[in-house]
């Protein structure tokens, strides 16, 4: 084993071990990553009980999905995935309201960036996410802390890449606004 959270890599054998539902295999498998899956779950639901139900959710779901994994290096990533869809879909609320339209011009790129830049220097960060709904939360959480590219994120929440990008800057638009009161 190498690596740490979703980079950790198994052994071959307690992959394959754990396809064919020892438990052995499927214990060190779950040990080896429960905490960057439940770290993942935390920050996308902010409620720890939450997180921990929906852990359990992602490794019921990973045991009984094992087998579509054809790519034993690809575990850590498959099962962040499944972690991220899983949270997404506890949260899955209609994916437009009226005033998402894709006629709207697409925002600037580096503007996306720099807005990015001043959110993670502030001091009351805490604070100032925990003002946002669920939906915007996750956004902000998936593309700044996790990685994600508005792409992804388009595939992730079942909409367009444009509108990603719309209900981002509408989120640091509010964090921007509620950070200078």
Avoid at 160 to 166: D, E, L, P, Y
Wanted: aromatic residues 8%.
């Amino acid at each position: 084993m190498h690596g740490h959270g979703f980079g950790q890599q198994l052994a071959k054998d307690v992959i394959d071990g754990a396809k064919q539902g020892r438990r052995d295999s499927q214990r060190v498998l779950f040990e080896t990553y429960q905490p960057a899956v439940q770290r993942l779950l935390v920050g996308m639901c902010r409620e720890q009980e939450l997180a921990r139900d929906l852990t359990q959710d992602v490794f019921i779901q990973a045991f009984q999905k094992l087998q579509q994994l054809r790519e034993p290096n690809a575990l850590g990533g498959w099962l962040k995935q499944l972690a991220v869809n899983t949270a997404l879909s506890h949260f899955r609320r209609p994916q437009h309201t009226a005033n998402e339209t894709e006629t709207h011009a697409e925002l600037d790129a580096q503007d996306w960036l720099s807005q990015s830049d001043w959110l993670t220097q502030l001091d009351n960060i805490e604070q100032l996410l925990a003002q946002l709904d669920d939906h915007e939360y996750q956004l902000i959480w998936l593309y700044l802390v996790e990685g994600y590219q508005h792409d992804e994120l388009a595939d992730m929440f079942d909409t367009t890449a444009v509108v990603i990008r719309q209900r981002y800057h509408r989120a640091l638009k509010k964090l921007r606004e509620r950070s200078q009161v």
